[in-house]
Structure formats: structure tokens, C-alpha cells
């Protein structure tokens, strides 16, 4: 196979992806919307940590503190759909491999998409980790 493409198993099959110029733009996206969503998930985790330093009455504090977990949820929720449409767009994925997404955890979730977006923007033709890789000579 030409290094145009690389492979991966993945939902019970193996895939080609090209290393097209579509799919070299959403690995980059990825890789910036993952870091921007982990960025504002820290600063809500912070913001949590700082209500819980300040003397405030307890109505205040009640609200804030629901607040900041609202805040906190919907950054998780947001950090979370970051691997979980990439995979789904790059992939494109049907309704039982949609399905086999969802049954997924959030960390095989997060290696899937990090193997994706690194495969598309390197110059390795195989980046599947159970398969042996071929030496250079």
C-alpha cells in the first residue's frame, strides 16, 4: 500500500484512510479542538476550586458552586464529542459501527482518535499497535 494511505483496525474491520487533504485538515482541527476543550475544561475545574477558597454566604456559594458544575459538565460533555465526531467523520462510520462507537469508554474513545489523527499526519503506512512493524534497512 502506498504511503497515500495508512491503516487501522477498528469495529471489527480493517480500514484504509487517505492521507487526503480533507482528512490532513480534520486531523489539525481535531488536534486543535481537543486542546481548546481541554483548555476551557481546566479553567471550569479552576473556577470550581477558586469558589470553594472564597468566603461567600451560603446562598452565593450554592449558586456558584452549581454554576461551576454546570460549567464543568457541559466542558466534559464538549471535551468529549471532540474524538467521538472525528472518528465518526474520518472513519465515516455507519449505524452499527455508530453504535460500537457508543459502547465505547471515553479513554478508547481518545486512543482511537489520537491513532487517526497521527496517522493521517505521519508518514507511517501502519499504525496499528498490534501488528508488528516492518524495519528499515
Known amino acids: 500500500m502506498s504511503k497515500e494511505y ?3 483496525n477498528a469495529f471489527n474491520r480493517r480500514f484504509s484512510i487517505k492521507k487526503s487533504n480533507k482528512n490532513m485538515r480534520l486531523s489539525y482541527e ?13 479553567s471550569s475545574l479552576d473556577q470550581i476550586d477558586k ?13 456558584a458552586i452549581m454554576d461551576g458544575f ?9 471535551f468529549q464529542n471532540v474524538p ?28 482511537l482518535a489520537g491513532q487517526l489523527a497521527h496517522g493521517v499526519t505521519s ?7 498490534k501488528k508488528p512493524r516492518k524495519r528499515s534497512k
Open 6 to 8: 495508512f491503516q487501522i
Open 30 to 42: 481535531y488536534y486543535t479542538k481537543i486542546s481548546t476543550k481541554n483548555k476551557a475544561l481546566k
Open 51 to 63: 469558589l470553594e477558597k472564597q468566603d461567600l454566604g451560603e446562598k452565593e456559594a450554592t449558586q
Open 70 to 78: 454546570s460549567s464543568v459538565s457541559q466542558s466534559s460533555m464538549d
Open 84 to 111: 467521538y465526531n472525528f472518528i465518526k467523520e474520518i472513519l465515516k462510520l455507519n449505524s452499527k459501527q455508530v453504535s460500537m462507537l457508543d459502547d465505547m469508554t471515553g479513554d478508547a474513545t481518545a486512543v
Open 123 to 129: 508518514d507511517e503506512e501502519d499504525i496499528d499497535p
